[in-house]
């Protein structure tokens, strides 16, 4: 008797089993730069982030946190939409150590506070459209800093330019200026450009992220990822999605939703 009959099942040229890399999750990107450093990895209104330009972002990245007092093992929130932005702040904060909390940026106030709670968030990303929700957050919450971006920030030059003469105070996108406690995302980027990945030995078994997910009730609870898993996550995507072939994805999902965060693994899984 066949004691996996779902193998019969799978798509012609998925294999039955893998090996999967004892590596942390950033590993993928890591890869992806030294064998396709000009090719892109981002594509967002025409502006191309290729994956060297993705992995050196996000070693600096790594480095501000660090040097803004992010630990091993310290949960690190991002509250941002489908952008470039968003997949900096992801690797990041991996490579920081941290562990990436990702919460949807249509919440209110309200339904926020849940995650920043539960995980004792004290720094977490966000664009400039939602940071007042964040400010409103803070009041009632241990979050202490906030790292904010403008969606102008990830455009080609032309459609940036027309984006702020057109939308951004249309929109909600101007800030004037940010609290005394909070920071650009672009200066954190400038201040550390020459800086190296920080050296933190993660391992396979330490936690990645956290995912917040109610289902249909309930309040949130948060699902534990450890690198292992999201690692043979990407694999598993890799060979049963055809990412191999080293395609164009499109991300029609929220990346803070289960199915969504697939997108910034997928799109280093080559």
């Known amino acids: 008797m066949n004691d996996r009959p779902w193998l019969v099942h799978y798509d012609k040229g998925v294999p039955q089993t893998l090996e ?19 090719r892109a990895c981002t594509i967002f209104k025409g502006a191309v982030i290729s994956y060297k330009e993705m992995n050196q972002l996000t070693d600096h990245m790594a480095a501000a946190l660090v040097e803004m007092g992010v630990k091993k093992g310290d949960r690190v929130g991002i509250f941002m939409p489908n952008t470039p932005q968003f997949i900096i702040a992801y690797f990041g904060i991996l490579k920081a150590g ?33 940071y007042k929700v964040l400010k409103a957050v803070r009041e009632r919450s241990k979050l202490k800093r906030i790292i904010v971006s403008n969606i102008k920030e990830a455009l080609p030059p032309f459609t940036s330019l027309l984006f702020t003469l057109l939308k951004e105070k249309k929109e909600g996108h101007h800030l004037e200026a940010l609290d005394e406690r909070d920071v650009w995302m672009k200066d954190l980027l400038k201040k550390h450009e020459n800086s ?24 949130p609870k948060g699902a534990v990822a450890m690198h292992r898993n999201v690692v043979a996550n990407t694999m598993q995507m890799k060979h049963g999605y055809g990412a191999e072939r080293a395609r164009p994805e499109r991300c029609p999902r929220k990346y803070q939703q289960v199915q969504g965060d697939d997108f910034p693994r997928r799109s280093t899984a080559l």
């Open 196 to 219: 190296p990945k920080p050296n933190i030995e993660i391992s396979p078994d330490d936690i990645a992220l956290f995912q917040y997910s109610g289902g249909t009730t309930g309040v």
């Open 98 to 130: 941290g562990v990436v909390v990702a919460v949807n940026p249509t919440y209110p106030p309200d339904e926020v506070l849940t995650p920043v709670n539960d995980a004792n968030i004290e720094i977490m990303f966000t664009l400039t459209r939602f």
């Open 20 to 38: 999967y890399p004892e590596a942390p999750l950033f590993y993928f990107l890591e890869e992806a730069a030294r064998k396709y450093p000009d």
